[in-house]
């Protein structure tokens, strides 16, 4: 089964203070997150997010080979 992330009474979206959903990995901001709808607070997410998900990245992420590699290794070939 599909990982479903919590909601709140109102079926908003919980997050903690990064934005970062009970699903690992998973960011939302918003109306959709469990807060004040009006667009302040989203752009305020949005940069929250951003930021949080940034740190989460893996140092030097567009000259890591290895992971290039991996990624390469996913994309699918033409013709497929
Ligand atoms: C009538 C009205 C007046 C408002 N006035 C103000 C105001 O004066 N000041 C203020 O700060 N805020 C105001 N708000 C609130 C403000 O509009 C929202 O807080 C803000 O737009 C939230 O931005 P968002 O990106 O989270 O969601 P949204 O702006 O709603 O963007 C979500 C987008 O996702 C799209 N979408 C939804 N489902 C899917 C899907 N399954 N697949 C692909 N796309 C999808 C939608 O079409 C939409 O374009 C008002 C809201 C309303 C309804």
């Known amino acids: 089964m599909d990982p479903v992330a919590e909601v709140d009474q109102a079926q ?12 690992d990995g998973l960011y939302a901001i918003g109306d959709i997150v469990s807060a004040l709808n009006q667009i302040s607070v989203a752009v305020g997410h949005a940069a ?33």
């Open 12 to 23: 908003e979206l919980l997050v903690d203070a990064k934005l970062q959903t009970s699903i």
């Open 48 to 80: 929250i997010a951003a930021t949080a998900i940034h740190q989460r990245l893996p140092p030097n992420y567009r000259e890591d080979a290895a992971h290039q590699a991996d990624r390469a290794a996913e994309l699918p070939t033409p013709g497929d």
